[in-house]
């Protein structure tokens, strides 16, 4: 399977690192894939970076690059509001799509190429990453058979403190035209993309945002305002009748990237932490009272998801992998004829939950969160 990617940066080198060692450590894939061409704005980079990682050529030209006839998946790894242009152009070429969180930069946006990809007949998901997670999945797996009985109660967090300093310029990630929203869909689209894995659909929302630095250098000289949240906080209820409170910022000084949740059922819980990616904690009510408490276990047996093809047990994996399960996952997906989770539906899905929150915030009320097209939900 034949990939192109857009993107250079962060998430290209991801996706690169991922493209490899899917190829190398997933021998069951029933074809490999290959890096065809590397697309980026700047030519010296995008030279670089194809030769250290690997893929055959180069581009700067992405609308050219997706429509090649050699080319069969595209990857998207670009700031948020150039996924919808992107993600349509390499759909209508009828490539896959394996597109960067969020889907896009409005629930409008996201239904729009969720339809789209329906057009296509093609493969397409969203790169919520932390659904890779050995012990996310792990818990799912948990929840599916029943072991936490009934959910209650869901607390998902995702705390950064990479903005702390305020000489920091302004990037897209801090203007609402490219990025859609700050910290909500930058971090907090994972939060809620996790809820929606592990408990279900969410109904409605109520939420507060906040700017804590609301101007900053501008990148050429100057200042520039701050146009999006840097810290989101929703409290959720989900449609299965459990509760919840989501929260993100990057702000939260001293926690680099703790993505993490809690979740309480009738019968026991589990809590899980990025920055301990191979552990999971569960406490069960079946434990004889004198025995009970939270059991840490390491998630790195060859029963557990995705353990197979690394390591002997003990022999921890990292952040890294989890770009790497994915690749897998939507190669065999494609090569396969099946579909991919989360799709565009989900990207859309979860579009729809941070639009929600946006407007929430706005009115100060509980407001419910719409189907695909904004349509009300039963
Ligand atoms: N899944 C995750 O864990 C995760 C983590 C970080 C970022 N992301 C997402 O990945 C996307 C990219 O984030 P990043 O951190 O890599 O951003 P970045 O700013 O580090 O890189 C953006 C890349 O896009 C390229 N680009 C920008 N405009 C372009 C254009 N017009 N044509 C071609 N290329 C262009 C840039 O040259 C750069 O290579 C975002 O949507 C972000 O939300 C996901």
């Not at 992107?86 to 009828?94: D, F, I, K, V």
């Not at 057009?119 to 790169?127: F, I, L, Y």
């Not at 609301?214 to 929703?234: H, I, L, N, Q």
Request: proline share 5%; with cysteine; charged share 25%.
């Amino acid at each position: 399977m034949r990939f192109a990617m857009i993107g250079t940066a962060f998430m290209g080198t991801a996706h690169s690192h991922a493209l490899h060692d899917a190829a190398a450590f997933f021998p069951d894939l029933p074809v490999r894939p290959v890096k065809r061409v590397l697309i980026g704005r700047r030519e010296a980079r995008a030279r670089e970076m194809a030769e250290r990682w690997g893929w055959e050529e180069w581009a700067t030209d992405w609308r050219e690059a997706v429509r090649r006839p050699d080319v069969d998946a595209v990857i998207v790894g670009t700031p948020n509001h150039l996924h919808h242009p992107m993600c349509l152009a390499a759909l209508e070429a009828g490539k896959h799509v394996l597109c960067e969180k969020p889907l896009a930069t409005t629930a409008s946006l996201a239904d729009d190429l969720a339809a789209a990809a329906a057009r296509a007949g093609v493969c397409h998901g969203v790169a919520f990453n932390y659904r890779r997670v050995p012990a996310v999945v792990l818990a799912r797996r948990l929840i599916e058979e029943g072991r936490l009985g009934t959910i209650r109660l869901y607390r998902g967090t995702y705390l950064q403190d990479w903005l702390l300093d305020p000489s920091l310029p302004v990037t897209w990630r801090l203007r609402v035209d490219e990025a859609g929203s700050g910290a909500l869909g930058d971090i907090l689209s994972h939060a809620i993309d996790l809820a929606r894995y592990l408990v279900g659909e969410i109904a409605e929302v109520v939420s507060d945002l906040t700017t804590f630095v609301a101007e900053r250098p501008a990148p050429d000289g100057g200042r520039a305002s701050v146009t999006v949240d840097d810290r989101a906080a929703v409290l959720v209820r989900f449609i299965g009748g459990a509760v919840g409170s989501l929260e993100a910022t990057r702000f939260a000084t001293g926690r680099k990237c703790a993505n993490g949740f809690e979740i309480f059922g009738e019968r026991g819980s589990v809590r899980f932490d990025l920055e301990r990616f191979n552990e999971l904690e569960y406490y069960t009510q079946d434990d004889a009272p004198e025995a009970r408490g939270y059991r840490r276990i390491l998630v790195t047996e060859r029963e557990h998801p995705y353990l197979r093809a690394w390591w002997p047990p003990g022999h921890t994996i990292g952040w890294e992998h989890t770009f790497v399960h994915q690749i897998h996952d939507f190669v065999a997906a494609a090569a396969g004829g099946r579909a991919f989770a989360p799709d565009f539906v989900e990207g859309a899905a979860c579009q729809r939950v941070l639009d929600a929150a946006m407007r929430s915030h706005a009115s100060g009320a509980w407001t419910a969160v719409p189907g695909p097209g904004g349509a009300a939900r039963g």
